[in-house]
């Protein structure tokens, strides 16, 4: 039988979601919770993954498992035995043949910018001190959904077959004294956000204009776009998969 693990992590003490043979990853001290508990191996295969220092406030995750499971319990076991900065939200049955990767229909980033010294916000957000046109940057985000190849912001020497994705919805907006953009789309590259929103940052500070933009993301070329901006603003926040896939 197949399940989804719906959970969250603040990504700052791992190497991102995706087990590494050096470093500790949050794929890795999951795993290694449903194996204590439930006495048989797990493999966890994941919506996506996210790089080092990357939170998620909702990340998706599937695993087989031969026997009835009680998911409310196990969710309060897991709970018990899991470090603090990782939680597990519920456990639900799906068909036999999803997938956590390959069914999804969107997902949705947010990143967090602060634009004063806030020792609150010191490892959950991106201070940027320079005044920024916000009305610019949306105007650039607007402009992202009109292209669907996006080479320009993967990172380089990647084993993608193709860089398109469909932008569906992508806007800064002020929120609760901090600047937060998000963002939708059917797939991401990886360090696609990131480089997006360095992107636009430039914008905002007058550095790239529009048609710069549109020249940047027709070039394909990852060094004409901005740089990347720190992983401890960006969270993973909405995995969406079709209803037809839930027991």
């Not at 390959?102 to 602060?114: G, L």
Request: some cysteine.
């Amino acid at each position: 039988m197949r399940y989804f693990v719906v959970f969250s992590y603040f990504g700052q003490a791992y190497h991102g979601w995706q087990k590494q043979p050096n470093a500790r990853s949050v794929q890795e001290v999951l795993e290694e919770a449903f194996v204590t508990l439930l006495r048989q191996p797990i493999a966890l295969v994941g919506a996506g993954r996210t790089d080092a220092g990357v939170h998620a406030r909702e990340m998706v995750a599937h695993f087989d498992f031969s026997d009835d499971i009680f998911p409310e319990k196990l969710v309060f076991r897991l709970n018990a035995l899991l470090p603090k900065d990782i939680a597990v939200y519920r456990i639900v049955m799906v068909s036999n043949e999803t997938h956590a990767r390959f069914d999804a229909v969107s997902r949705t980033y947010e990143y967090w910018i602060t634009q004063y010294k806030n020792p609150f916000y010191m490892n959950t957000a991106h201070y940027v001190k320079h005044p920024l046109k916000i009305k610019e940057m949306n105007k650039g985000a607007q402009l992202l959904q009109k292209f669907e190849d996006f080479e320009c912001f993967s990172k380089s020497n990647t084993d993608v077959k193709t860089y398109l994705c469909k932008i569906s919805y992508a806007n800064w907006e002020e929120k609760e004294n901090k600047l937060v953009f998000t963002i939708t789309a059917d797939r991401f590259l990886r360090n696609m956000v990131r480089a997006v929103v360095g992107t636009l940052l430039d914008i905002g500070i007058g550095k790239t204009s529009l048609e710069d933009l549109t020249r940047i993301i027709e070039s394909k070329n990852r060094s004409k776009a901005g740089a990347s901006v720190p992983a401890k603003g960006l969270y993973l926040t909405k995995v969406l998969y079709p209803n037809n896939i839930f027991k």
